[in-house]
Protein backbone atom coordinates (compact mmCIF):
# COMPACT_ATOMS: atom_id res chain seq x y z
CA UNK A 1 0.00 0.00 0.00
CA UNK A 2 2.90 2.13 0.40
CA UNK A 3 3.88 1.67 -2.82
CA UNK A 4 0.68 3.12 -4.16
CA UNK A 5 0.39 6.00 -1.96
CA UNK A 6 4.16 6.94 -3.63
CA UNK A 7 3.64 6.13 -6.82
CA UNK A 8 0.07 8.23 -6.37
CA UNK A 9 1.83 11.16 -4.97
CA UNK A 10 4.89 11.24 -7.28
CA UNK A 11 1.84 11.39 -10.45
CA UNK A 12 -0.03 14.12 -8.71
CA UNK A 13 3.19 16.25 -8.41
CA UNK A 14 4.36 15.61 -12.00
CA UNK A 15 0.43 17.00 -13.01
CA UNK A 16 0.56 19.80 -11.03
CA UNK A 17 4.14 20.77 -13.02
CA UNK A 18 2.78 19.72 -16.03
CA UNK A 19 -0.28 22.25 -14.95
CA UNK A 20 2.38 24.67 -14.59
CA UNK A 21 4.07 24.34 -17.59
CA UNK A 22 0.73 24.22 -19.75
CA UNK A 23 -0.25 27.78 -17.59
CA UNK A 24 3.10 29.11 -18.61
CA UNK A 25 3.70 28.76 -21.96
CA UNK A 26 0.81 27.37 -24.24
CA UNK A 27 -2.72 27.28 -22.42
CA UNK A 28 -3.96 28.69 -19.14
CA UNK A 29 -7.14 27.39 -19.06
CA UNK A 30 -5.58 23.72 -19.47
CA UNK A 31 -3.03 24.23 -16.98
CA UNK A 32 -5.82 25.73 -14.51
CA UNK A 33 -7.21 22.04 -15.37
CA UNK A 34 -4.52 20.17 -14.58
CA UNK A 35 -3.76 21.93 -11.30
CA UNK A 36 -7.15 21.94 -10.04
CA UNK A 37 -7.67 18.15 -11.19
CA UNK A 38 -4.52 17.17 -9.52
CA UNK A 39 -5.15 18.68 -6.36
CA UNK A 40 -8.44 17.00 -5.88
CA UNK A 41 -7.17 13.95 -6.37
CA UNK A 42 -4.58 15.07 -3.87
CA UNK A 43 -7.51 15.54 -1.44
CA UNK A 44 -10.32 13.12 -1.91
CA UNK A 45 -7.80 10.18 -3.20
CA UNK A 46 -4.51 10.32 -1.88
CA UNK A 47 -4.97 11.58 1.54
CA UNK A 48 -8.05 9.71 2.64
CA UNK A 49 -5.44 6.70 1.29
CA UNK A 50 -2.73 8.23 3.66
CA UNK A 51 -4.55 8.49 6.50
CA UNK A 52 -6.30 4.96 6.79
CA UNK A 53 -2.74 3.40 5.81
CA UNK A 54 -1.24 5.77 8.98
CA UNK A 55 -3.98 5.34 11.38
CA UNK A 56 -4.53 1.52 10.65
CA UNK A 57 -4.69 -0.38 14.02
CA UNK A 58 -4.41 2.07 16.11
CA UNK A 59 -6.24 3.27 18.82
CA UNK A 60 -8.31 6.45 19.05
CA UNK A 61 -8.65 6.54 22.81
CA UNK A 62 -4.94 6.95 22.69
CA UNK A 63 -4.65 10.17 20.96
CA UNK A 64 -7.84 11.89 22.47
CA UNK A 65 -8.32 14.16 25.95
CA UNK A 66 -10.23 11.93 28.18
CA UNK A 67 -10.05 12.12 32.17
CA UNK A 68 -8.29 8.92 32.13
CA UNK A 69 -5.32 10.11 30.21
CA UNK A 70 -5.52 13.51 31.57
CA UNK A 71 -4.97 11.85 34.94
CA UNK A 72 -2.35 9.54 33.23
CA UNK A 73 -0.14 12.74 32.18
CA UNK A 74 -0.56 14.45 35.43
CA UNK A 75 0.69 11.30 37.11
CA UNK A 76 4.13 11.12 34.36
CA UNK A 77 4.39 14.81 35.21
CA UNK A 78 4.74 14.50 38.99
CA UNK A 79 7.34 11.53 38.51
Do not use: H, Q
Not at 31 to 47: E, N, P
Not at 51 to 61: E, T
Amino acid sequence: MKIVIKILSISILIAIGFGFYYRLNDDVLLGDRIIGIAVLASAFVLMPIFLYVRWNGKKLSDYTLTKENMDKMRDNRRE
